[in-house]
């Protein structure tokens, strides 16, 4: 694939994912990811010092439909609601038909009484793969900025 | 028009109707419509609804007009400067040269004690007309987040 | 260089010189600039006013490399960390080889307690020179909505 082509394409995958979420319709968020993948929530320090432990991991496209279902029963949507922002989507490497990309996110939360307020800040270290007819997460970091997040029952990042 | 240079000319044409507005030049505002076009602000709650109910509305580049020469005489940049980050920029699908267009944007707004907050915020949804030599926004329905929203004064999102 | 091809270039130059502040590698930052060049911090009040007092002015990367030299020693790092968003990339025009470019910024800052905040908005006004293999900042000024910004050990914007 072309470099500007690969680009466009890669930026059109983030501003999908992040509308299936936004929009409330995580149903599709699953369908984002490759079958065999890996969905990780980190803070900036574990991620860092090479500490695995993060706040949320998934290993498979399974994995996530399940946590949508968790999600949906727990009426997630009814109390609060993202509006993510994407920023300067930099391709690092493409090798094997995967792009090593990365980006800045930034996250608003509109909880139910109206107020909004900054929810996280940090990186997407994305692994895309760009084999198929449309391009699919086969790797998604999400490295958060702030020392804590409460996602035990947040949305997707 | 091709793909690429369609999703770039849309960015363009988003990024100057935003300069316009941040860099207090309104005047240039009504030129990024049709002659004949549907200018709307609208909380999620009420677009999700069906609810036509806005807090603004306008049908005719000569009504954006009106909206600048109001919002001149009260000297509202005076008051208050707005900052737009628009992101995820994606084209839905184009028909008779109408691309139809989501984005995510967020207004930061400092106030004239030089207090900086976040204002607003939420989707742009664009009709925007290919055919001329410039894109303009046939539609822009501004679908914001947070429940209630001033803006009987307000600086156009 | 064709339109489509100069404004990617463009917004990867923007990102990789965020990249590298927010990822802390700030011996990086003095690479994006041409060897003579300005970069400088000024408030939106002053610019518009023409008065020339900004917060922070250079004008060769040598200057830049002490910037960061002193940054290092005063570990501004412990302390606090930027995440920056970018957004609606306008190249306005291109002569000889540099193109006049405008952006939005928005920059995140993480404190050493983990509490995030909204830390500065404003515009990048840049001249970038396009000659070379590599895109490089002949000229970056940087100006913020804010009325102070206290930046006398901060982090590049």
Redesign the interface.
């Known amino acids: 694939m072309a470099?500007?082509?690969m680009?466009?394409a890669v930026?059109?995958l983030?501003?999908?994912y992040?509308?299936s979420i936004?929009?409330d319709r995580l149903e599709e968020w699953p369908g984002y990811f490759t079958e065999a993948c890996r969905y990780q929530i980190i803070s900036?320090e574990n991620h860092e010092r090479g500490l695995p432990i993060g706040v949320f991991y998934a290993d498979s496209r399974g994995m996530l439909h399940d946590r949508v279902a968790a999600l949906r029963e727990a009426n997630i949507y009814e109390a609060q609601?993202y509006?993510?922002?994407?920023?300067?989507?930099?391709i690092d490497s493409v090798a094997n038909g995967i792009a090593s990309v990365?980006s800045?996110y930034?996250v608003?939360r509109?909880m139910q009484?109206?107020?909004?307020?900054?929810f996280?800040?940090?990186?997407y270290l994305d692994c895309v793969d760009l084999s198929g007819t449309e391009p699919l997460f086969r790797e998604k970091v999400v490295v958060f900025?702030?020392?804590?997040i409460d996602t035990l029952l947040a949305i997707p990042l």
């Open positions: 470099d500007i082509a680009q466009l930026e059109r983030l501003a999908r992040v509308a936004d929009e900036r609601r509006r993510h922002i994407v920023s300067t989507v930099l990365r800045n930034l608003l509109t009484d109206g107020t909004l307020n900054v996280s800040t940090g990186r900025d702030n020392k804590r």
